[in-house]
């Protein structure tokens, strides 16, 4: 049986995941990778835990018991300003090692589905998975390039020079 190790696995967005981050943790997230802030984050909390479509299975056991521990951590909030909830990402992403270490495991875009079907996201709720730069390259690194390839065609130049003496040596 052969396996095909370089198989590309196609990702279930459903599976994706968001955070919720408290302060000061929040301060370290980038804008670009927020959802919601502040009292958007516990709209839309209370939703999620109030909501009628729980079943009495073990996976919605696990997550009520997930959602009541953050819901100890909201309650002791006295502002909920540095409260942020992430966009959904998936969790073989880099970034996702970097939430997981600020904030706690909210809910999956399955879940989120089920749970509050009806809620309206006014942004993409997915994470771009890349990050475009305003960086530019140094003109001086470029520069630098361009002294070392001349410099290696003057060594290659030398190095002709040379075979060319020495052939001409030993012909004579």
Known sequence: MFIDLFEEQEEN???YISFIVFEPASLRIPDNDLLFMGDEVSKLFKKVVSSNHFESNIQDQTLMNRLQRIEMMVDLLKSNNGLIMTKFLNKIWRRYSFFSNLGELFISVKD???LAPDFKF?????LDRVIETDDTPDD???DDDNDNDSSDDSD???TSENKATTSSKETN
């Open 112 to 114: 989120m589905k089920r």
């Open 13 to 15: 967005p459903d599976e």
């Open 140 to 142: 001086d690194s470029s």
């Open 156 to 158: 290659d130049s030398n």
């Open 122 to 126: 006014n942004e993409q709720m997915v």
